[in-house]
T-cell receptor, first 114, second 114 residues
Framework: AQTVTQSQPEMSVQEAETVTLSCTYDTSESNYYLFWYKQPPSRQMILVIR??????QNATENRFSVNFQKAAKSFSLKISDSQLGDTAMYFC???????????FGQGTRLTINP | DTEVTQTPKHLVMGMTNKKSLKCEQHMGHRAMYWYKQKAKKPPELMFV???????INESVPSRFSPECPNSSLLNLHLHALQPEDSALYLC?????????????FGPGTRLTVL
């Protein structure tokens, strides 16, 4: 069974700083998807970024980028120029190719301070 | 457009009540999901409907009864719930096109069982 581990339960940075959230996963599959979801206090789960495992290029979405290391089974999220609105719980998630289920990590609570 | 809507936003019910949660998407997605989320925890999968048929039931108690009347609508019928069922209930729909495969979440229903 796949597992996802987020080793940082909480993080706190100052506005405009860069922050990196860690995620490691365990799988025997070669094709799969990885996701970062953001859940602000308003509680809506919002997709931040997606990575297909067959793609070597790291995904980017504006200030959000990932460092995908397939051999190391690592999928970290970098937030550049952090903003107050980035304050949220961040979940890393794995889904096997053709699977129906998302496997979530336990989450990292990120606080951006003014 | 990746909008999933859920009603109601909040629901308070007694243990003898019968109520229903509703989820809608008009994106043509053919798979829809119910998740339960406790505070500071990742979502837990409850049910998956694929092409309007129940494809995954994660051994959820029978007091939760899902229904998928059509490809755009997913209901969760609640009856004789327990206080420990109080949680955020999230609906998601799944976008699949070529190599892209992503779940998009609704804003959730905050359920309190008294």
């Amino acid at each position: 069974a796949q597992t996802v581990t987020q080793s940082q339960p909480e993080m706190s940075v100052q506005e405009a700083e860069t922050v990196t959230l860690s995620c490691t996963y365990d799988t025997s599959e070669s094709n799969y998807y990885l996701f970062w979801y953001k859940q602000p206090p308003s509680r809506q789960m919002i997709l931040v970024i997606r990575q297909e495992a067959y793609k070597q290029q790291n995904a980017t979405e504006n200030r959000f980028s990932v460092n995908f290391q397939k051999a190391a089974k690592s999928f970290s999220l970098k937030i550049s120029d952090s903003q107050l609105g980035d304050t949220a719980m961040y979940f890393c998630a794995f889904m096997g190719w053709g699977a129906q289920k998302l496997v979530f990590g336990q989450g990292t609570r990120l606080t951006i301070n003014p | 457009d990746t909008e999933v809507t859920q009603t109601p936003k909040h629901l308070v019910m007694g243990m003898t009540n019968k109520k229903s949660l509703k989820c809608e998407q008009h994106m043509g997605h053919r798979a829809m999901y119910w998740y339960k989320q406790k505070a500071k925890k990742p979502p837990e999968l409850m049910f998956v409907y694929s092409y309007e048929k129940l494809s995954i039931n994660e051994s959820v108690p029978s007091r939760f009864s899902p229904e998928c009347p059509n490809s755009s609508l997913l209901n969760l019928h609640l009856h004789a719930l327990q206080p420990e069922d109080s949680a955020l209930y999230l609906c998601a729909s799944r976008f699949q096109a070529g190599a892209a495969d992503t779940q998009y979440f609704g804003p959730g229903t905050r359920l309190t069982v008294l």
